[in-house]
């Protein structure tokens, strides 16, 4: 058993380019970078030695193996760069082959590949990648900085900070009340949520976003933590809110998280999810083509309907989903039960 696996290169947490390693030696090679030289493809310049080192590997899988697994065919085979000519030594290849491939390109790639006549089973939405745990916590270590005035700019947060607003309305904190915002950072939406006087937690799986909360609300509890583990008692919480957080956890971990809100919050309590989500998977992959090297293929932006039906098999009522803007929604609800006097 062989193959050729891309290893991401990161740079204080963020990923700024990828390696090729041949599976069967270790060697490795440089694939690309996010800054010259090399050939430019959308927001990386690529190796011209990486690229024949790596098509060199596929060309021999093409005369050696049985079964081969591609994951994925993209824009830049479909350009004749990057794998093409590795890939088209494996679509000559006598073996069983699988591509995986995102659901707007199939009948490109059937044209490209000359298999107009292959089978293309759906598996799942096209999600991005996602980030590991750790992965989450380098790259917000290296953000904590900057992140309020990055948040603002271009990309799928644009319009951060009226989103915000917005979904801040959806959500009446009484004087008194105790909320938990889980990955927090700066404090920003918790500042507009919670009226002063009013008992703010908050966890963050970085340390460094939250010292910037800490300095910027020195009177908030602040903790690490995150969805899966909020490190805090049973029914301590009247309100959970959480911005451009959720986006973080794999879709399967979607009910485990509002399985633990629903822990921590008292009976009656409520929820405000704020995120990037979509109604439909053609809203997705729109808005990704829209934003074109701004688009981040390392998230894994959820469907509305994902999220709410997570919160309803957790067993939370009153749950609904409330757009905020072209790309942002707000998920509301609550644990049943009633409130304390």
Not at 33 to 56: E, Y
Not at 57 to 76: K, M, N, W
Not at 85 to 96: D, K, T
Not at 265 to 287: I, N, Q, Y
Request: glycine content about 10%; some cysteine.
């Amino acid at each position: 058993m062989g193959g050729v696996a891309s290893p991401r290169v990161f740079q204080g947490g963020e990923t700024v380019g990828y390696r090729v390693r041949d599976l069967s030696t270790g060697e490795e090679r440089s694939l690309c970078l996010d800054k010259p030289p090399g050939i430019p493809f959308r927001r990386f310049f690529f190796s011209p030695d990486g690229l024949v080192f790596a098509n060199a590997l596929l060309e021999q899988a093409a005369r050696e193996a049985e079964v081969i697994v591609v994951d994925e065919v993209g824009p830049l085979e479909l350009s004749s760069g990057g794998f093409a000519p590795g890939l088209r030594a494996l679509l000559c290849a006598p073996a069983f082959l699988v591509l995986t491939v995102r659901s707007s390109l199939v009948d490109e790639v059937r044209s490209w590949g000359g298999v107009a006549s292959a089978p293309a089973i759906a598996l799942a939405p096209p999600l991005g990648t996602g980030r590991s745990l750790e992965e989450t916590h380098r790259l917000f270590e290296s953000w904590a900085a900057t992140y309020d005035p990055l948040t603002a700019s271009s990309g799928p947060l644009t319009g951060y900070h009226d989103s915000l607003a917005r979904a801040a309305e959806l959500v009446s904190t009484r004087l008194g009340e105790r909320v938990l915002d889980i990955g927090i950072g700066t404090g920003a939406f918790a500042a507009r949520v919670a009226p002063l006087g009013t008992e703010v937690w908050g966890v963050d799986l970085s340390s460094a976003m939250l010292a910037r909360c800490r300095e910027e609300h020195p009177d908030y509890h602040l903790r690490e933590g995150h969805f899966l583990s909020l490190s805090v008692p049973d029914a301590t919480f009247h309100v959970v809110v959480s911005s451009f957080a959720f986006h973080h956890l794999m879709p399967v971990e979607y009910e485990s998280a509002f399985r633990e809100i629903l822990r921590v919050l008292v009976p009656g309590g409520r929820f405000v999810l704020l995120d990037v989500m979509f109604s439909t998977e053609a809203d997705r992959e729109a808005a990704r083509l829209a934003l074109g090297h701004l688009w981040d293929d390392e998230e894994v932006y959820p469907l509305v309907s994902a999220v709410e039906q997570a919160a309803d098999r957790a067993g939370a009522a009153d749950v609904a989903a409330h757009r905020v803007s072209w790309l942002h929604w707000a998920v509301v609800g609550s644990r049943p039960g009633s409130e304390p006097s």
